[in-house]
């Protein structure tokens, strides 16, 4: 996506948005690890995405009113999107938050960059230079670091935290839903796009609320703990994440709004420490490094 020509009265205000925006978007993980003793998983995720569209159907319904034709032609696209882009990166990140920490949730995701250009690579043929191959390499080996704790013998033993397995299928799964939905062509225009992909999120997490629900018998409380957990994330990840991220790229290009996957990580680090009293040790600076610097080259082409 290329820059805005149109001239902003404060050309820093873009800038400021850069800053903050990863603010909002490593607000889920931490949601992840706050909400577990009130709220089940499944149902943090359902929830999250019905409010999302709830709250975005009185501003986008006459745009869906009137291409309603085009829900039935992009009816398959719209639900992968919020089947990949919702529902998975809700469970996902939702049932690792019971067993690993901010930080490693953080490090782990951030490798979804690397994903997204094998994927781009795999589905529609786009070249990978070497500087590139480098760093696919270095964030696997980062990736593995972080989730070995640093200790060789996880890896042979394959004894894995399990939250961090959870996590990494979350990174997979946010790639997919990145690389589809910027090669796809829509009828609908953005926000109007993304008020659907809620909807249809929240429809593909509906069996599995069900199931979590009458089968697992996990069901939270109607009480003012819950009910807030479930609206931040649906309004701070949500909501005010997609809104800024999508300004950036308006006014920025897409290049420099990748930063924010770096600052990302910088603010999970915070959310870990400062609000769950998690400590960085020797395999977090390392794997980190190793990861932020495959992303780096992952970005070079």
């Known amino acids: 996506m290329k820059p805005s020509s149109k001239k902003n009265k404060n050309s820093l205000v873009p800038f400021f948005l850069l800053l903050i925006q990863p603010i909002f978007m490593a607000s ?72 690993t920490t901010v930080l490693n949730m953080s490090l782990i995701y951030t490798s979804s960059a690397i994903f997204i250009v094998m994927l781009s690579t795999f589905f529609y043929k786009e070249k990978i230079n070497f500087l590139q191959g480098i760093g696919f390499l270095f964030a696997f080996i980062g990736v593995l670091i972080v989730i070995s704790n640093g200790k060789l013998s996880t890896l042979t033993n394959l004894d894995f935290v399990e939250g961090d397995i959870w996590i990494f299928g979350a990174a997979i799964s946010w790639a997919l839903y990145s690389v589809y939905v910027l090669h796809w062509k829509s009828k609908f225009n953005l926000f109007t796009k993304f008020t659907l992909v809620a909807f249809f999120g929240s429809l593909s997490l509906f069996p599995f609320y069900l199931y979590e629900v009458f089968y697992l018998e996990k069901k939270f409380n109607v009480e003012l703990i819950p009910v807030l957990w479930i609206t931040i994330a649906a309004i701070s990840p949500g909501i005010i994440a997609f809104i800024l991220y999508s300004q950036i790229q308006k006014y920025l290009g897409a290049s420099i709004t990748g930063f924010t996957i770096y600052l990302f990580v910088v603010y999970g680090a915070f959310y870990g420490i400062f609000f769950f009293n998690e400590r960085l040790d020797t395999s977090h600076f390392l794997g980190g490094a190793l990861v932020l610097l495959g992303v780096y080259f992952a970005k070079k082409t």
Do not use: D, H, M
């Open 28 to 99: 889920n993980l931490a949601i992840a690890r706050g909400a577990v003793p009130f709220v089940p998983p499944v149902s943090l995720g359902f929830w999250r995405w019905t409010l999302v569209f709830i709250f975005l159907l009185p501003f986008f319904y006459q745009p869906i009113i009137k291409n309603y034709k085009y829900i039935k032609l992009e009816f398959f696209k719209l639900f992968f999107l919020g089947f990949t882009g919702c529902c998975l990166c809700s469970i996902f990140p939702y049932v690792a938050g019971k067993t």
